[in-house]
């Protein structure tokens, strides 16, 4: 039986709020800090960072954990959190955050929810629907017989590809892997190699996390719309894209924006296997 029974959620955007809450259903005790300027339904306790990261069992830490390295990502949050003050406070208590590699601080023992498979299968979907709803938004024309490009196909890339073609898009997928490529092929979509990204596109979705889109690729292929995915700093050229008048836009922390509720209990599902799995 874990000896965790109660967590404290610092920082973070409104998945914390739902994975704390959903937590606190289970039955564990729950703190919130860093929320002093969130202006919906109250978390279920808040209290100091001290208090919190000293009375609970476990520390959960957002997606990303940091932006620069160094302060907590807290957009709630009344004052700037360095994650020096949070890792004196954690001491040997295990922390789980998201996108560790960000933070330029060591915690005694931290624990990286977002490196998990099965986190980063179930979180492509809040992604890809965000990205559609935000390309329904942006877009003069419609899903249906639209010319869609979705640059890389990994767990996003197939999710997302597969959503468009269900709302009649007409799909091509770039890749890497003559075996994804053929993967899509089966699946009914077009498929070319992301070396070799050509063909008119009324709308593009970029996911993978280096430059593929510089101006001659954007000038080739003639977008409405692009959508970059990506974790910073992307793989379009934005100041390109600019100078070519065509409508490009880094599309962040999707999951946050677009299904806060079911991203919060998919960061509450991973940490509660880590534990399981650590016996912590």
């Known amino acids: ?96 955050c998201g996108m560790k590699n960000r933070m330029e601080v060591c915690f005694e023992r931290v624990f990286d929810y977002s490196d998990r498979e099965e986190f980063a299968v179930e979180n492509a979907v809040p992604t890809a629907e965000g990205a559609i709803e935000l390309a329904m938004r942006e877009y ?49 979509m077009n498929a070319i190699p992301s070396s070799e990204i050509s063909g008119k596109y009324d709308i593009i979705f ?19 719309l692009v959508i970059d995915l990506a974790s910073s700093p992307g793989g379009v050229d934005f100041e390109g894209a600019k100078r070519l008048n065509l409508k490009a836009l880094h599309a962040l922390s999707l999951p946050g924006k677009a299904a806060p509720a079911a991203s919060g209990i998919i960061i509450k599902n991973a940490v509660y296997n880590i534990i399981r799995e650590e016996q912590l």
């Open 206 to 224: 970029n996911t993978i996390p280096h430059l593929v889109f510089d101006p001659q690729t954007l000038a080739r292929t003639s977008p409405s």
């Open 1 to 96: 039986m874990s000896m965790i029974k109660s967590f404290a959620i610092l920082g973070g955007d409104k998945r914390q709020i739902f994975c704390g809450k959903s937590i606190a259903e289970d039955g564990f005790g729950v703190v919130f800090s860093g929320f002093e300027r969130y202006s919906g339904e109250a978390p279920v306790r808040s209290c100091s960072m001290r208090e919190a990261a000293g009375e609970c069992d476990a520390i959960i830490l957002p997606l990303p954990c940091s932006r620069n390295g160094k302060t907590l990502n807290a957009p709630f949050a009344d004052r700037e959190v360095l994650l020096e003050e949070i890792s004196s406070l954690a001491g040997s208590t295990p922390v789980f």
């Open 140 to 188: 003069e024309g419609t899903i249906n017989s639209s010319r869609c490009l979705v640059a890389g196909y990994g767990r996003i890339g197939r999710v997302l590809s597969s959503m468009l073609q269900g709302l009649g898009g007409i799909v091509t997928v770039s890749a890497r892997r003559l075996g994804d490529m053929a993967f899509a092929r089966a699946s009914g």
